[in-house]
Antibody
Framework: EVQLVESGGGLVQPGRSMKLSCAAS????????MAWVRQAPTKGLEWVAT????????YYRDSVKGRFTISRDNAKSTLYLQMNSLRSEDTATYYC??????????????????WGQGASVTVSS | DIQMTQSPSSMSVSLGDRVTITCRAS??????LSWYQQKPEKSPKLMIY???NLEDGVPSRFSGSRSGSDYSLTINSLESEDTGIYFC?????????FGAGTKLELK
C-alpha cells in the first residue's frame, strides 16, 4: 500500500524557518517525481514545488522561489521541504504527493496520484 | 499562469441526481486536466486524469469530458459518498493550477 506520511509542521514565527519531511513507503520512491501542494485554511489547493526522480530538477511557484527548497533522499525514501523566511500567507496544510506517469492511448500524463495526510504549518507571532 | 475557472462553486443535490461540474481553462491545456475529490479533513483523491480517464478504483458513475477549453466532471446517479469538494487541476505547464473548487452537498 502506498503511504506518504508528513511530519515537521507546527507554529512558527514570521521570518523563521521550518523543515517538513515526507516518509514514503509501499512503492519505489526513487522512480517517482514528487511534489508539495498546500491548502490554506478553508481555501483551495495551491501547488508549491516539484522535484525530479534524481533531485536534479526542481520547480517552484513564484511566491516561494528563493525561500523554499524541495529536496529528496532516495536512500531514505524521504521528501523534504525547507521553508525559510516564512510569512503569514504561508500558513496552510502542506501535502506531499507522488507524481506518477499514466500512459494512455492519446498521450502520457504525469498526475499527482497519491497524497499524504498533510502537515499543518501556522506562521504567526 | 493558466487560470482555471470552475463552476458552480457549490451545489445542493439529491441522491440519484446527475451532476456536472465544469472548469474552463484560460489557455490551451490539451487534455492535461485532472479532477480530485476532497472529503472534510482528508487529503484529495485523484478521480480523473487526462481529462477523460478514470483512475483505478473510481466508480464508473464518474466520467470526464472536454469541449474545447471546457472540461467537465459528471457523476451519474449521485450516491451519498460522493459529497465533498471537487477540484480540477491543469498540468500542461508550470505552475500547475487548480480550480477554486465545487462543494457538493445533499439537499
Amino acid at each position: 500500500e502506498v503511504q506518504l506520511v508528513e511530519s515537521g509542521g507546527g507554529l512558527v514565527q514570521p521570518g523563521r524557518s521550518m523543515k517538513l519531511s515526507c516518509a514514503a513507503s509501499g512503492f519505489t520512491f526513487s522512480s517517482f517525481p514528487m511534489a508539495w501542494v498546500r491548502q490554506a485554511p478553508t481555501k483551495g489547493l495551491e501547488w508549491v514545488a516539484t522535484i525530479s526522480t534524481s533531485g536534479g530538477s526542481t520547480y517552484y511557484r513564484d511566491s516561494v522561489k528563493g525561500r523554499f527548497t524541495i529536496s529528496r533522499d532516495n536512500a531514505k525514501s524521504t521528501l523534504y521541504l525547507q521553508m525559510n523566511s516564512l510569512r503569514s500567507e504561508d500558513t496552510a496544510t502542506y501535502y506531499c504527493t507522488r507524481v506518477r506517469l499514466r500512459r494512455v492511448h492519446e498521450g502520457d500524463y504525469y498526475v499527482m496520484d497519491a497524497w499524504g495526510q498533510g502537515a499543518s504549518v501556522t506562521v504567526s507571532s | 499562469d493558466i487560470q482555471m475557472t470552475q463552476s458552480p462553486s457549490s451545489m445542493s443535490v439529491s441522491l440519484g441526481d446527475r451532476v456536472t461540474i465544469t472548469c474552463r481553462a484560460s489557455q490551451d491545456i490539451g487534455n492535461y486536466l485532472s479532477w480530485y475529490q476532497q472529503k472534510p479533513e482528508k487529503s484529495p483523491k485523484l478521480m480523473i486524469y487526462g481529462a477523460t480517464n478514470l483512475e483505478d478504483g473510481v466508480p464508473s458513475r464518474f466520467s470526464g469530458s472536454r469541449s474545447g477549453s471546457d472540461y467537465s466532471l459528471t457523476i451519474n446517479s449521485l450516491e451519498s459518498e460522493d459529497t465533498g469538494i471537487y477540484f480540477c487541476l491543469q498540468h500542461k505547464q508550470y505552475p500547475p493550477t487548480f480550480g477554486a473548487g465545487t462543494k457538493l452537498e445533499l439537499k
